[in-house]
C-alpha cells in the first residue's frame, strides 16, 4: 500500500458558481463554449491550489498565466487569451458586488507578437479561383462560398442562412437578415451577382436552409470546413487557408477600394474598429514606404 496521498482539492464555494453561471449566461454558442473551457480551466487550477476563485489575487492569476504557458504549454497568445476572459469574469462579479475588488488590476499578460505575413490571405484573383471551383462542385458549394466571400459572413453564419431570411424592401433590394456572432442580427443587400448564385441553390424551394448537404440537411460548420478546403485544392490555392480567410479578403478588398475603415468595420460585423484594422492585408512595397513622403517633404524645407 502506498503512503503517497492524493493531493487535496478545493471545491469552488457557491457564490464562485454563481459568478461562473452568471458570467457565461451572457454569452452564447461558440462564444460560451470557449469561455466555459477558459473558466474550467481557472477553477481546476484554483482547486489544485486549495483557493476558492473568488479569493484569488494579482500573483495567484499571474502564476496561473505560467501554468498555462508552462505546464499546458499554450502559446502567449493563448494564454493571454485566457487570462482576458478571466479578467473579464473578474470585472462582472466587481459590478455585481460578489467581490469588492478586481484582482486583475496591474496583471501582468503574457507578450506575444503576430508576424502577419504567416496569416492567411487571399487576393481577389485567388477568390475569384475559388468561387470558380466552387460552381464547379455543385450550387451550394457556390453559395456557400459566395456568402462568406461577398458578404463576409462567418462560416457558421452563412451555414445558418435561411431562405425565410432573404426579403425585398420597398426600394426593390433583395435583403438578407442575417444573424451574426452572439445573436444579433443584421440587415445586408444582396447584389445582383450573390442573388443568382444563391437562386441556383434554392432552385424551386421556398423554406429552409439556404446551404444543404447531398441528404437534404442543413450545412454545418464542420461540413462546411471540408466543403472550403476541397475547392480551395482544386482552386490550386495554399493549404493554410481556411473560410475565415474569407472574412480577411473581403476587408482588404474594401479598403484597398477605397471604403473607410469604419464602414469595413460595419460590413465586418465587428465591434471594435481594431479588430477590423487587425483582418487588413495590405502587402507594401518599398516604393510605397513612407520614408519617400517624409525625405522629400523634409528636404524640400532644408
Known amino acids: 500500500m502506498s503512503d503517497t496521498t492524493a493531493p487535496t482539492r478545493t471545491q469552488p464555494s457557491p457564490l464562485a458558481e454563481i459568478a461562473r453561471t452568471g458570467f457565461l449566461d451572457r454569452y452564447t454558442a461558440g462564444t460560451r463554449r470557449l469561455y466555459e473551457l477558459d473558466l474550467r480551466l481557472f477553477f481546476a487550477w484554483c482547486a489544485e491550489q486549495q483557493l476558492d476563485p473568488l479569493d484569488a489575487r494579482r500573483p495567484h492569476l499571474e ?47 503574457p507578450r506575444w507578437h503576430v508576424d502577419r505575413s504567416t496569416i492567411a490571405y487571399l487576393t481577389p484573383a485567388q477568390v475569384g479561383q475559388l468561387l470558380h471551383a466552387a460552381e464547379t462542385m455543385s450550387p451550394a458549394h457556390h453559395a456557400l462560398i459566395a456568402l462568406m466571400a461577398m458578404l463576409g459572413l462567418r462560416v457558421s453564419e452563412a451555414c445558418a442562412v435561411q431562405i425565410e431570411d432573404l426579403t425585398e424592401d420597398t426600394l426593390g433590394y433583395v435583403v438578407l437578415t442575417a444573424t451574426r456572432k452572439g445573436g444579433k442580427t443584421s440587415r445586408m443587400p444582396i447584389p445582383v451577382p450573390l442573388l443568382r448564385i ?29 466543403w472550403f478546403k476541397r475547392a480551395a485544392t482544386r482552386a490550386g490555392l495554399p493549404d493554410n487557408v481556411h473560410p475565415h ?8 478588398a474594401l479598403v484597398n477600394a477605397g471604403v473607410p475603415m469604419h464602414e469595413a468595420q460595419e460590413f465586418a460585423d465587428h465591434s471594435d474598429i481594431r479588430t477590423t484594422a487587425h483582418y487588413y492585408h495590405r502587402p507594401l512595397t518599398l516604393d510605397q514606404h513612407g520614408a519617400h513622403v517624409t525625405a522629400r517633404l523634409f528636404a524640400a524645407a532644408a
Open 245 to 252: 480567410t474569407l472574412r480577411h479578403a473581403a476587408i482588404s
Open 198 to 226: 444563391l437562386r441556383r441553390a434554392i432552385g424551386d424551394r421556398t423554406t429552409g436552409p439556404v446551404i444543404l448537404t447531398r441528404t437534404g440537411r442543413q450545412q454545418n460548420r464542420r461540413g462546411a470546413y471540408d
Open 63 to 109: 502564476a496561473f498565466g505560467r501554468h498555462l504557458t508552462i505546464e499546458r504549454g499554450n502559446s502567449p497568445r493563448s494564454a493571454c487569451r485566457r487570462l482576458q476572459t478571466i479578467r473579464s469574469f473578474y470585472r462582472l462579479a466587481v459590478v455585481d458586488e460578489l467581490i469588492d475588488r478586481d484582482p486583475t488590476m496591474l496583471m501582468r499578460m
